[in-house]
């Protein structure tokens, strides 16, 4: 951040519209702690992080982590939204193309994996303005405060993901399909769907949850992009302005909030292993003996 082009105190000082003296800057230089060492300006924060403080905004002068809460919920909601309509489009898709292996459903499904992995959020979102807000006027393009305006950016972050991991699970499934206690499950006469869901879709998700914690950063840079297009105040907007005014308070504590996100996530996704697949558990017994 420190080497990025730019000046907070120049961005604080408004010095594109007002007279800024030298003796303004440095008065403000040093009342920021800028005029000390980096390793300093990083050990104070690191000493106030310790007690739970991020600092002030440069720009708003409110706590940074008041800041970030205000942002957490609406991001949250997108988020949420857009893991749904992934889960609606990927569980159906790689299914389906599991199915029916090299026909016409499977063809179709990676021809959609191939669009949905070469298209930027950017682009798709500006394509679902276009035709659905502009052209059919039937969805807004921007804006909170309904569940209509949630609907396009959540298809927007939720659809490039959701092909790619649809193809994930069919690979899973085709396996788990192709294993042993599946034809012995059969032999059984174990009715063909609780086969499907039971026993291969178990096994096959697990694949599929540990691309999306590997996925995860990529996920959320998506939001940021997704969050600018569509002018929803969440936390991607947030880092964006504050990237832009130099806020570097609120830039480090949203980095350190996705840090922390990601490894929350990942490690729930570590557990689930064991909810979803119990060769996990017994796995682990075994070599407990």
């Not at 021809?111 to 039937?138: M, R, T």
């Not at 950063?217 to 504050?242: K, N, Q, R």
Request: aromatic share 14%.
């Amino acid at each position: 951040m420190k080497m990025a082009p730019g000046d907070p105190v120049l961005t604080i000082l408004n010095a594109d519209e007002m007279v800024v003296t030298e003796e303004d800057q440095a008065e403000l230089r040093s009342k920021l702690g800028f005029d000390q060492p980096l390793y300093v300006q990083y050990g104070k924060w690191m000493f106030n992080l310790m007690q739970f403080d991020l600092g002030k905004s440069y720009m708003s002068g409110k706590p940074v982590i008041e800041e970030l809460l205000t942002r957490i919920p609406i991001t949250a909601e997108l988020t949420f939204f857009a893991m749904t309509i992934m889960l609606c489009i990927t569980v159906p898709l790689g299914v389906w193309s599991a199915k029916y292996v090299n026909k016409w459903p499977d063809q179709f499904s990676r021809i959609l994996a191939l669009v949905g992995a070469s298209i930027p959020n950017f682009w798709l979102g500006l394509i679902l303005i276009y035709l659905f807000a502009f052209k059919l006027s039937i969805l807004p393009s921007s804006g909170i405060g309904s569940y209509s305006q949630i609907i396009l950016p959540a298809f927007t972050l939720g659809f490039t993901f959701a092909v790619v991991y649809a193809r994930l699970l069919r690979a899973g499934l085709l396996q788990s399909l192709s294993e042993d206690y599946i034809y012995a499950a059969r032999a059984r006469g174990v009715k063909e769907w609780r086969i499907l869901w039971l026993h291969a879709f178990r096994a096959a998700v697990l694949p599929v949850l540990t691309i999306f914690g590997l996925s995860l950063g990529s996920f959320l840079g998506g939001a940021v992009v997704v969050e600018i297009l569509f002018s929803w105040p969440g936390l991607g907007s947030l880092a964006v302005d504050a990237i832009f005014n130099r806020d570097y308070p609120v830039i480090q504590g949203y980095v350190l909030l996705t840090g922390i996100f990601v490894v929350i996530t990942n490690l729930v996704v570590d557990l689930s292993y064991y909810v979803i697949d119990p060769r996990m558990k017994r796995k682990e017994e075994a070599l407990g003996r």
